[in-house]
């Protein structure tokens, strides 16, 4: 049987899907959709991509290939650290809510259909248990390793990290919770793309923003009388055993984070 990201790669003139329904999840421009016949995924359509290669806007169909590569580069991102990511599909599909009175007419939009998560993004739950906290240090700490590989190996790392951009909950067909990527539009980059004099800046800002992101949920974990250990001592080595920047700014940045673990 084609599973449901197989049976939504449409050609714009055909409706994909029927009976579409408004969903509760909100997220930027974006808008999200229900479809009873496929409980189990969220179709999200893109208001305004705004993707340019070379000066010029991708079509629609340029947007699954450039999309679904930076999502492939995102999910081996994760495999490799142990971090669950939410299965996600791109494709080219009619429009929901465009009307038209000429027959046959549509509006192409791009889409991404997104495996359902039954649960809360990190930004949103209350309070973190044992078990839950537990995965929530171990993600941090892969993220923390996976900058530091990537930054050593000229590699893809995952840039827009956020809270929001991570559910604990329910998979389709499991019966755990667990902590899962659902970033549909990742910014994924190479080093190689930045020049070497904004290697050491961008290194020391991207692992002070997500400590910063991670201490907001230490928060949240047994009344703030816990830290994600695992994650700290993960950083500390990192600050221990990558060089010592020598740019001034970089080297601002570190000193902070060496403060924060304290």
């Known amino acids: 049987m084609m599973n449901p990201f197989e049976i939504f790669k449409q050609k714009p003139d055909k409706a994909p899907f029927e009976n579409w329904k408004p969903s509760k999840l909100r997220g930027g421009s974006a808008e999200f959709f229900d479809l009873p016949a496929h409980p189990e995924i969220v ?3 893109f208001s305004e991509f705004g993707v340019k290669q070379d000066g010029k806007n991708l079509t629609n169909a340029e947007s699954i290939g450039y999309w679904s590569e930076r999502a492939k580069a995102l999910e081996g991102f994760a495999d490799r650290y142990g971090i669950k990511m939410a ?27 997104t495996e359902k998560i039954s649960g809360k993004n990190l930004k949103e739950i209350p ?10 240090d ?21 840039r827009d ?25 990742p910014r994924m980059a190479k080093w190689n793309e930045f020049l070497p004099q904004r290697k050491e800046y961008i290194f020391w800002s991207d692992m002070g923003l997500i400590f910063e992101k991670m201490k907001e949920l230490e928060k949240k974990y047994a009344h703030s009388t816990k830290q994600f250990e695992n994650a700290r001592k993960t950083l500390a080595d990192i600050i221990t055993k990558m060089p010592v920047p020598t740019n001034e700014t970089a080297i601002d940045l570190r000193e902070q984070l060496i403060s924060g673990l304290r």
Do not use: C
């Open 87 to 113: 299965k996600t599909g791109y494709f080219v599909g009619n429009d929901p809510r465009f009307t038209s009175e000429t027959e046959g007419e549509s509006s192409p939009a791009f889409m991404a259909a």
């Open 43 to 45: 179709v999200r359509k």
């Open 127 to 136: 309070e973190f248990d044992e078990k839950s906290a537990v995965e929530v």
């Open 138 to 158: 171990n993600m941090f700490s892969g993220l923390f390793a996976g900058i530091r590989d990537s930054y050593n190996e000229d590699g893809y790392w995952w």
């Open 161 to 185: 990290y956020g809270n929001t951009q991570v559910m604990y909950g329910i998979a389709p067909k499991e019966t755990e919770p667990h902590v899962y990527i659902v970033d549909v539009d």
